[in-house]
């Protein structure tokens, strides 16, 4: 069963061009992130977890 989130108002650590994105939404499906959204700009659906992530950090794999 393919499990799909939202990462609400997340801060995303971009390594490749060494900033910080504040507070941004995260839409994962499976696997897989399939779009980042500002703060007042959200995705939502039935089918979608929300998991609010205020004042946490999302990094790539490394």
Do not use: C, H, W
Request: aromatic share 8%; charged share 25%.
């Amino acid at each position: 069963m393919e499990t799909n989130f939202i990462l609400k108002n997340v801060n995303i650590v971009d390594v490749e061009n060494g900033v910080l994105l504040p507070a941004k939404n995260v839409v994962i499906q499976g696997e897989k992130i399939v779009a980042i959204y500002g703060e007042d700009d959200i995705f939502l659906s039935d089918s979608f977890r929300i998991i609010d992530g205020n004042g946490k950090y999302l990094i790539p794999g490394l």
